[in-house]
């Protein structure tokens, strides 16, 4: 589309946009990765990382996607032939699960509906029944972004310390880290899997893996091969803050800036502006009439959220008419999804404002595109946002309001 204006609205659920500063602190030469200033910049970035996924274990910094993040946990932790056990919340955790069966790991997969997240008791149960230990891992995707639901992984610690398992814990984090709370030590995760553009406001490019004593030492014996992915490669020239191979630098420039920016904000206060953003779109879709896909309050994604379409309108094509008369992108639905739903992401570099006019845009396009809907979408996210209606806030929210 030519004759667009302004700035591009990008709500997808990543990557999300990346905030001047940031896009500022990328606009440098490069260095030299084995001097004395990449190693000033390693040190930080890494200090700033354990902040951020709360641990004081080392984080390890891939240039890498998401997806890779993914496959440096399986293959650090795992050997063939492992049972693992995965819950069926969305597109992500499918994904990884096939992942996982192509290193040769049995994936015992406990089905879902896509509108729920994680059951610690399905869990519990699972392990508990595995008297002989042969569950090497529970994986579970923490903010599954495929359907706008956040499962609650302090419960599933709880859950397999019930169960009394010595299964590892291995939790993707791509879309919720620095959007919603999480944390790596605190929550016993023994790998926590993450990347930089969706909650971190950054491009893509780089890849997480926060590990634990217990998955370091599950490293140092699981017989799945590797190299580019070692972690034992990465940890020693980390030590001094260098990499075994050149690193993504201009990446890592933003990376130190994405932290300064969360930091200043506070994470709380970035946790609560997200619950805050979630709360007014949920707030909106039913203004509108429409319905929100995950069916569990206690599981609503601060990150984004998934909307369902009234039954015989496409989300796809509402979607490419969003695009084209107003300029705004919106997440499509996923594979068993794909049609049926649109996402909006109001994640990272988002604020009220940001949103209403996001929100707008959506309203607009369901009269443009003769999409059923009522009037009052707007009015509701507005009363949300300025505090005069709490309805719609999880719990956290209303115990941060007092
Ligand atoms: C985006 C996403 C991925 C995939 O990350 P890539 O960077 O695209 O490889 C995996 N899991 C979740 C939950 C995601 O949101």
Known sequence: MTGHRGRHFLQIPGPSPVPERVLRAMDMQVIDHRGPDFAKL????????????????????????????????????????????????????????????????????IPGDWRHGVDPAAIEAKLAEDRAHGIKAVMVVHNETSTGVLSRVAEIRRAIDRANHPALLLVDTISSLGSADYRHDEWGVDVTVSCSQKGLMLPPGLGFNAISDKALAASRENRLPRSYWDWAEMLKPNANGFFPYTPATTLLYGLREAIVMLLEEGLDAVFERHQRLAAATRAAVRGWGLEVLCQEPSEYSPVLTAVLMPPGHD????????????????????????????????LGECNGLTLMAALTGV?????????????????????VLDGRDDSNATPLLKAAAG
Request: proline residues 3%; aromatic residues 10%.
């Open 42 to 109: 390693g040190r930080e970035i890494f200090e700033g990382c354990r902040t951020i996924f709360k641990t004081a274990a080392p984080v390890i910094v891939f240039p890498s996607s998401g997806t890779g993040a993914w496959e440096a946990a399986i293959v650090n932790t795992l050997s063939p032939g492992d049972k693992v056990l995965m819950v069926e919340t969305g597109h992500f955790a499918t994904l990884w699960r096939q992942m996982a069966a192509r290193w040769g790991v049995e994936v015992d997969f």
């Open 315 to 346: 989300a796809d094509r509402f979607r490419k008419i969003v695009l084209e008369t107003y300029d705004m992108s919106l997440g499509a639905g996923l594979s068993k999804l794909a049609g049926k739903v649109f996402r909006i992401g109001h």
């Open 363 to 383: 309203e607009m396009g369901l009269s443009v595109a003769g999409v059923p809907h009522r009037a009052g979408g707007i009015s509701a996210a507005m009363a």
